[in-house]
């Protein structure tokens, strides 16, 4: 039996993240309107933008699919039907969402486009993705909590995709279903304002020691007693192919483009090692680049069974050893300098290393920059900047510039 190769379904916050994940190999982008997305923080896509991301993904041969995935209130309902007839004019490739009322008001208004099941809809079981199954759903994002064997069982039982998370930041609660935000700061994060109050510092006070706190660990910034680890399932896409996982997603739409670039890439060559039957081939390598991009320690979450005591539990680690820094927007191949719009600083005697989609990165010392004027200058300081800078190998449109720390 031949094995079917799975989608890559990666995060696009604005028009940049979406061109970085098409170029560093994902096959479909997920992203989000100004109105009823999860992630309100995102730059998101306004009308006019939508359509473009639309015409460049047909362009490449890519998909897209628009989360409607909020829990809707009453005062949502006279909007979504113009959206959703938008989206249907447009004609994207899919709908995500996790609301019942979303999905009968998407039959109504977008009933040509396949509908997804978003992940905050929690379906961990084979009933309840029949039940979905029944209603002519194609796809569902199942639920982060499960296991390989629970996700082998219900892709034996049921016809309609399947789609898994393997890489990204996972929430305190089940599903991402979460009230803390809400709670706490008045922004709710199943309406797409999360405040990530997980991610706050707390620290332990015995009743009748008002004023005394105590760190949970032995840190004396406090401790981040509910955060989880980012998930990370890289050494685990040979057994999620096997099994017949039909999309991988990775989570990531507020993350910068070099984010997504590098776990794009690295994804996209494993699940291409397995295609070519040599499953794991780089993986040292992948691990290496997976370290490079600001991230938590990472866990394999529930994927091998409900984690042990303190698996998920964040604790601090020192910082990437790199620093996204710029984007290659042109190239001057009489002179061999590459057009770098800048993102953080850098400057002569850095170390860079050069992303290039489909190719080893490029290391080098940096001897020399040169403003616009080709006047040369000792750092590239202000945001956005453009400069030049010398290359020893040709660089590519949106190859992906960051610092070095060789320090150790």
Request: aromatic content about 8%.
């Amino acid at each position: 039996m031949s094995i079917k190769k799975p989608e890559l379904v990666a995060p696009a916050g604005d028009m940049e993240k979406a061109e970085a994940a098409f170029l560093y190999g994902a096959d479909a982008v997920y992203v989000g309107g100004r109105e009823f997305s999860l992630r309100a923080q995102a730059g998101n896509f306004s009308d006019e933008e939508m359509e473009k991301l639309v015409a460049m993904a047909r362009a490449k041969g890519k998909r897209v699919y628009v989360a409607v995935n909020i829990l809707v209130h009453n005062r949502d309902l006279d909007r979504l039907p113009i959206y959703l007839a938008f989206l249907r004019e447009l004609k994207v490739d899919g709908i995500i969402l996790s609301d019942p009322g979303v999905l009968e008001l998407a039959r109504r208004y977008a009933p040509e486009i396949p509908v997804t099941i978003s992940t905050q809809a929690s379906v961990a079981n084979v009933l309840a993705a029949r039940f979905y199954e029944s209603l002519g759903v194609k796809r569902i994002v199942l639920a982060r909590e499960l296991t390989l064997e629970e996700l082998k069982e219900i892709r034996e039982k049921v016809k309609l995709e399947l789609e898994v998370f393997v890489h990204g930041a996972m929430c305190v609660a089940y599903s991402g279903r979460c009230l803390l935000s809400s709670f706490m700061t008045g922004r709710s994060g199943n309406r797409g304002e999360c405040a990530h109050p997980c991610r706050y510092q707390y620290y332990l006070r015995e009743e009748k020691r008002p004023g005394e706190y105590f760190p949970i660990e032995e840190d004396d910034r406090g401790t981040y007693i509910l955060n989880s680890k980012d998930l990370c399932l890289i050494e685990y896409i040979p057994q999620l192919i096997d099994i017949g996982i039909d999309a991988f997603k990775i989570e990531g739409r507020m993350k910068s483009p070099h984010y997504v670039a590098t776990t794009v890439q690295v994804y996209r060559e494993a699940i291409e090692a397995v295609m070519e039957g040599s499953p794991g081939r780089d993986l040292d390598k992948w691990w290496e680049e997976l370290n490079k991009i600001a991230n938590r320690p990472y866990t394999t979450g529930f994927l091998l069974g409900p984690p042990v005591a303190g698996q998920d539990v964040l604790k601090l680690s020192k910082p990437a050893a790199v620093a996204f820094c710029g984007i290659v927007r042109d190239y001057w191949p009489e002179k061999g300098l590459a057009l770098v719009e800048q993102r953080a600083p850098f400057g002569v005697g850095d170390v860079i290393e050069i992303l290039r989609p489909g190719l080893e990165s490029l290391r080098m010392k940096l001897e020399e920059i040169l403003d616009m004027d080709l006047v040369p200058l000792e750092r590239a300081r202000h945001a956005q900047q453009r400069v030049w800078i010398p290359v020893k190998e040709p660089v590519q449109y949106f190859n992906i510039l960051r610092r070095v720390d060789d320090r150790g």
